[in-house]
């Protein structure tokens, strides 16, 4: 655990601008995804941490940090997430969406554009084994199949670490599926970032704003992300 210890010193830079915001940068084209935090694009890039239970209580070992960039296509997001034991999905599959993907290892983007109807928002997920699943969640009216038969034609990358015992997740999200408006520094999303880890009965509940109750679906706890210019 030393080294993942210098690892998240290392990632200790990565702060919000104000509690309860994240900043996603504007970069000028796409690019592929690699799970990189290295990476030429990633490099320096603030995000936030999740490091807390449901009811904000620590959860030692498992600080996740997450950052973001935009473009004028896509949203993207970046997970590291150290751990203490994997709870993998056997026979996992990459190439068709995972239901029910989240009774084993993932990392979460719960995200909406509506600031009046807090409760329709959209669910994005990946597992440590490139598996995925995105869901249309409308909390007054659910959806057919709770809503994960609804595709954004979103794109994923997972790699693990194991002699550093992290994982890697990458998300690449179409902005059109998630918000009608033009693409443009300044606007905001509302927004939670979570991960659930390791076997149970005793599973790790990851959240980057605690929702206060053992349940993820709370967008009253959520907090914004906004799109902002290029990184100086």
Same mark, same amino acid.
């Given at each position: 655990? +030393?080294?993942?210890?210098?690892?998240?010193?290392?990632?200790?830079?990565?702060?919000?601008?104000?509690? $309860?915001? %994240?900043?996603?940068? #504007?970069? @000028?084209?796409?690019?592929?995804?690699?799970?990189?935090? $290295?990476?030429?694009?990633?490099?320096?890039?603030?995000? =936030?941490?999740?490091?807390?239970?449901?009811? &904000?209580?620590?959860? !030692?070992?498992?600080?996740?940090?997450?950052?973001?960039?935009?473009?004028? #296509?896509?949203?993207?997001?970046?997970?590291?997430?150290?751990?203490?034991?994997?709870?993998? +999905?056997? *026979?996992?599959?990459?190439?068709?969406?995972?239901?029910?993907?989240?009774?084993?290892?993932?990392?979460?983007?719960? %995200?909406?554009? @509506?600031?009046?109807?807090? &409760?329709?928002?959209?669910?994005?997920? =990946?597992?440590?084994?490139?598996?995925? =699943?995105?869901?249309?969640?409308?909390? @007054?009216?659910?959806?057919?199949? $709770? /809503?994960?038969?609804? *595709?954004? /034609?979103?794109?994923? #990358?997972?790699?693990?670490?194991?002699?550093?015992? %992290?994982?890697? /997740?990458?998300?690449? %999200?179409?902005?059109? +599926?998630?918000?009608?408006?033009?693409?443009?520094?300044? *606007?905001?999303?509302?927004?939670?970032?979570?991960?659930?880890?390791?076997? !149970?009965? #005793?599973?790790?509940?990851?959240?980057?704003?605690?929702? /206060?109750? !053992?349940?993820?679906?709370?967008?009253?706890?959520? $907090?914004?992300?906004?799109?902002?210019?290029?990184?100086?």
């Amino acid at each position: 655990m +030393k080294t993942v210890a210098r690892t998240l010193l290392v990632s200790s830079t990565l702060m919000a601008a104000e509690p $309860g915001l %994240i900043l996603s940068h #504007k970069i @000028d084209k796409d690019f592929d995804l690699t799970a990189d935090p $290295g990476a030429a694009h990633w490099k320096n890039v603030p995000g =936030v941490f999740a490091e807390n239970g449901p009811q &904000r209580e620590p959860v !030692p070992g498992h600080r996740t940090a997450i950052r973001s960039l935009w473009t004028e #296509k896509n949203i993207y997001f970046l997970f590291t997430c150290p751990y203490e034991t994997l709870y993998l +999905k056997p *026979n996992p599959s990459a190439t068709v969406e995972t239901n029910k993907l989240w009774e084993w290892d993932v990392a979460e983007v719960f %995200i909406g554009s @509506d600031f009046t109807n807090i &409760r329709q928002y959209k669910e994005f997920q =990946v597992s440590p084994q490139n598996e995925w =699943v995105d869901l249309d969640i409308d909390r @007054d009216k659910p959806k057919p199949e $709770g /809503g994960w038969l609804w *595709n954004s /034609g979103f794109r994923v #990358k997972a790699r693990i670490d194991h002699a550093r015992k %992290i994982w890697y /997740g990458e998300m690449q %999200i179409p902005l059109d +599926k998630i918000d009608a408006r033009p693409p443009n520094a300044g *606007n905001e999303f509302r927004i939670n970032l979570y991960r659930i880890q390791g076997p !149970p009965p #005793k599973r790790k509940l990851i959240a980057w704003q605690p929702t /206060g109750q !053992p349940n993820y679906h709370v967008p009253e706890a959520f $907090g914004r992300l906004r799109l902002a210019g290029p990184l100086k």
